[in-house]
């Protein structure tokens, strides 16, 4: 397979999707290429018991709602699927898959991207690859020593697969808390879980509407020259989930402190106690998936971001970062927050292209 657009998105996921609506809106020439078999993205293979912090009705792509999941107020990743599958239809996006890209080269005026099917050719490229795909393991001692089972968030899908084990749970964010919560109240497995500093449950009635308003209401006031007063954020971590609420109501969420190292057979602290394990689930976070925009050489943080001015890359305006987080725009990492910086980079895709140019 071999391409010419003007536009190449890189990823069909929320991201892509919504890259594409906007520049379709614009009457722009372009084509999304996603790894993926079938439409989802990182959703497709989310833990079976996972929820939406949000309702259907504040958890939507930017022009057609999320239906309401019949029997729930916050519906699971099936249902999510569901809707980006009816969504990319619904707009008739051009998806080409599975088609993986391993590497964006300029050439010339234009970006070569060359993947596992073919080489393509476009002006601008919107790389929109998410985190899902490049899962962080913090560097602990022992860590290779260990015997049982190691897995990340990515490899986790239901408490019945621990059934009869001891096992660790390592992290203090949302998915920590949601998957210690999940193990907890199957009982099942006995239960460690253990974080960085207490875990901060944010109040009952904070979910991801509120979290979505503050992080609306934190763009405004920096483009506006206020404080950045942290929102939501400096009040918690944890979003108290009904799963998560439960099993804490329950005493069931006890986090212990973060030990010190592993040892074959389980973990260590600092003050010589030890805990057998056998399996050890790694809730530790993500990178951004970009190594495919190695070969453009561009200056990367410790944490591997792309510097940018909103999503377009700074030493390489033909690029635009989407869907990463917060520095690639406010709650763009989330099915409503991704909206507004997918506009304003087709927007700005639109004008650096120009009115009168060729398509393809």
């Not at 999320?66 to 969504?87: C, F, I, K, N």
């Not at 799963?243 to 040892?263: I, N, S």
Request: hydrophobic share 40%.
């Amino acid at each position: 397979m071999t391409g010419r657009t003007d536009v190449l998105v890189i990823g069909g996921g929320q991201a892509g999707l919504a890259a594409g609506y906007h520049l379709r809106r614009l009457g722009v020439d372009f084509t999304i290429l996603d790894a993926q078999p079938a439409p989802g993205g990182a959703w497709r293979h989310m833990w079976d018991s996972l929820h939406l912090f949000s309702p259907a009705a504040h958890s939507r792509l930017p022009g057609h709602p999320m239906p309401h999941q019949s029997g729930r107020e916050y519906p699971d990743a099936a249902h999510v699927v569901e809707y980006l599958t009816a969504y990319e239809q619904r707009y008739d996006l051009p998806v080409a898959r599975p088609v993986r890209v391993t590497a964006v080269h300029r050439d010339g005026e234009r970006l070569r991207v060359e993947t596992d099917s073919g080489t393509w050719s476009a002006r601008t490229v919107v790389s929109a690859t998410g985190t899902w795909w490049r899962p962080f393991l913090p560097a602990v001692p022992g860590r290779e020593t260990f015997t049982g089972r190691q897995l990340h968030t990515t490899g986790y899908r239901r408490p019945g697969d621990f059934a009869g084990q001891k096992v660790i749970v390592v992290g203090g964010g949302n998915s920590g808390a949601q998957i210690a919560a999940d193990l907890a109240l199957d009982r099942g497995a006995d239960l460690t879980w253990v974080t960085r500093r207490p875990p901060r449950f944010l109040a009952d009635d904070i979910d991801g509407r509120a979290l979505f308003d503050t992080a609306t209401a934190r763009r405004r006031a920096l483009e506006a020259g206020r404080p950045d007063t942290g929102g939501v954020a400096s009040l918690g971590d944890i979003v108290a989930v009904p799963p998560v609420r439960t099993a804490r109501d329950a005493g069931l969420l006890k986090a212990q402190p973060m030990f010190t190292r592993l040892a074959p057979a389980g973990a260590v602290w600092a003050d010589g106690t030890t805990a057998g394990a056998d399996a050890v689930i790694w809730c530790t976070g993500f990178r951004p998936t970009l190594s495919h925009l190695a070969p453009l050489r561009l200056r990367t943080t410790a944490r591997g971001r792309i510097p940018t001015e909103g999503t377009r890359a700074l030493e390489e305006p033909r690029l635009h970062l989407l869907g990463y987080g917060d520095w690639t725009g406010p709650a763009s990492a989330t099915l409503i927050g991704v909206g507004r910086p997918a506009r304003e980079a087709a927007a700005q895709i639109a004008d650096l292209l120009g009115p009168a140019s060729p398509r393809g």
